[in-house]
């Protein structure tokens, strides 16, 4: 393809990290083509949340560039990055204590007009921003819970209204944690529909996750991880049946 | 209205004023225990600029509450390195640095103290109060300060969401120091007279007190807190001796039963007689 790097949404090139002693990433590459699933998987200790935190510059790369919609973000802060258009969730949930859901669909909108507008009441001036956490809301199905402070929630409910913070920040790339763990198989299925319909809509995916069910039936392309370093590459299909990475993981994980 | 009963409620304006400028600050979970020295610099500026260069007085506390929230802002950025108490106790350092530099300059009269301000009427001090009091209500439903409520909550949290924290907490500081030193020129034009000892420890104490006790959730809770602090050792005094240790003692029970102060936002929602609407 001629044009072939606006496919590409994000490039990681030979990204490190230590901490203290320890390689948690040692040159990791990998590309996140636009409107893709993607998926990281690997044991736990594997470096993959370390890989989100790089990515969301929580931490920052020893060594190695990223590159995301054309820019180059790896020195950039957090809220630089976010608002550039990658927004993610947390294994641990970690909402807003005191906020209710419909709080954490606003907050993490991005600012719309002047400085003003930000320091008028959201009723006044908002119509845009209300209906854009209506619509999310609704898309997750948590309108009945919009009053109700989030962390006093079922964990299940919790997990959607990050995933719906996340989305509220209008990302190109969302990027989650762990979004099934603790699910039962209902939900879990629930959720592949709803991130099947958000990617056809044109959002691009990259996701942490352990169950393995959920993420061949979901992702296009899988990275593995493990200890820091990453061992395989490619399609689904190919990666079941890939002896390397059956040894490191799903071969250890069929053994328990 | 008796002297007495104006010098009361002139001290509940310029203490929720002091309240607030703690309450702003606090909303981004950061205490501070040095607003006293936001004041003084705001008094002693504002004081100096109407009796030396015969600054009309509405353009001195203007001038007064800018040039203190530079300041908080310089002081804002160190205090992104300090958290809980340690924060609380480098903003103590700070209100004393202020303080004991008060004390020693002697261009505005070192511990002689300042006076030569003109006297200004309980309704000028109650329209400061009741015009940022007001900003303050407003600025409560936007969405700026639904991203202090979140860097309140989970500071990185926020950050890792797309929020911007350095510039929101560093920010709440500049907000609130402006508003002490509104506090403080007010103080210092009402009092006619001013020293180092007006901005002592003490007086920042007292700030925060009445925060915690109106409610710390809630901006209207610096109000009621404020009033509370002045008028319930009035009322106290038929205890004579007992009426601190009474106040003391009122004091621990509201925070045993109350943490987040008296009022909060459920409370006010029951009063507006709205139900909890969003």
Redesign the interface.
């Given at each position: 393809m001629s044009d072939g790097s606006t496919d590409v949404l994000l490039r990681l090139d030979a990204v490190a990290k230590r901490f203290g002693g320890v390689r948690a990433l040692s040159d990791v590459s990998m590309t996140v083509g636009r409107n893709r699933i993607v998926g990281i998987i690997g044991p736990n200790g594997a470096g993959k949340t370390t890989l989100f935190n790089l990515m969301t510059g929580a931490y920052r790369a020893d060594a190695g560039t990223i590159i995301f919609d054309d820019q180059p973000i790896t020195d950039w802060p957090p809220h630089r990055i976010i608002r550039a258009g990658l927004a993610r969730t947390f294994q641990n949930i970690r909402l807003f204590a005191g906020m209710t859901v419909w709080e954490h669909v606003l907050v993490t909108q991005p600012p719309e007009g002047n400085v003003m507008r930000g320091l008028l009441p959201l009723r006044w001036s908002h119509a845009a921003v209300s209906a854009r956490a209506e619509q999310i809301l609704k898309f997750f199905g948590l309108e009945k819970y919009r009053d109700v402070l989030a962390r006093t929630l079922p964990y299940g409910i919790q997990r959607k209204v990050d995933m719906a913070r996340a989305l509220a920040a209008a990302p190109k790339l969302l990027l989650l944690d762990e979004p099934v763990a603790g699910m039962n198989h209902e939900e879990a299925d629930e959720l592949r529909r709803l991130l099947l319909r958000l990617n056809e809509g044109g959002l691009t995916i990259l996701l942490i996750e352990h169950d393995m069910a959920f993420v061949m039936n979901l992702c296009h392309e899988l990275y593995v991880l493990d200890f820091g370093v990453r061992i395989a590459a490619g399609e689904p299909a190919a990666i079941r049946s890939d002896p390397v990475v059956l040894d490191a993981y799903l071969g250890s994980e069929a053994a328990c | 209205m008796s002297t007495y009963h104006a010098g009361l409620l002139a001290d509940i304006g310029i203490l929720t004023l002091g309240a607030l400028s703690v309450y702003i600050i606090l909303a981004t979970n950061q205490l501070s225990l040095g607003n006293a020295g936001f004041m003084g610099i705001g008094s002693y500026l504002s004081s100096f600029l109407t009796v030396e260069l015969h600054w009309p007085l509405t353009a001195a506390v203007v001038a007064a509450a800018l040039s203190a929230s530079v300041i908080g802002i310089v002081v804002g950025f160190p205090a992104l390195r300090l958290k809980g108490i340690y924060l609380a106790i480098a903003t103590l350092g700070f209100g004393e640095m202020v303080r004991s530099f008060l004390l020693v300059f002697t261009p505005m009269g070192g511990s002689g103290g300042y006076h030569g301000m003109q006297h200004v009427s309980l309704g000028y001090v109650w329209i400061w109060t009741a015009g940022i009091l007001v900003v303050i209500l407003?600025?409560e439903?936007?969405?700026?300060w639904?991203?202090m409520?979140?860097v309140?909550?989970?500071e990185?949290?926020?950050?890792?969401?797309?929020?911007?924290?350095?510039l929101i907490k560093v920010g709440a500081f500049g907000f609130g120091a402006a508003v002490a030193a509104v506090a403080g020129a007010l103080f210092a034009h009402h009092h006619v007279y001013i020293e180092p000892g007006n901005f002592g420890f003490e007086r920042s104490i007292d700030f925060v007190l009445a925060v915690i006790l109106g409610g710390s959730?809630v901006g209207v809770g610096a109000l009621g807190g404020a009033g509370l602090l002045v008028l319930l050792p009035e009322w106290l005094r038929f205890l004579a001796d007992w009426r601190l240790a009474a106040f003391g003692a009122l004091l621990v029970i509201v925070l045993l039963t109350r943490r987040q102060g008296i009022l909060d936002r459920p409370l006010l929602a029951r009063l507006s007689f709205r139900g909890?609407?969003?």
């Open positions: - | 407003v600025l439903h936007s969405h700026l639904l991203q409520r979140a309140h909550d989970d990185t949290a926020a950050g890792l969401v797309g929020l911007n924290t350095t959730t909890a609407g969003p």
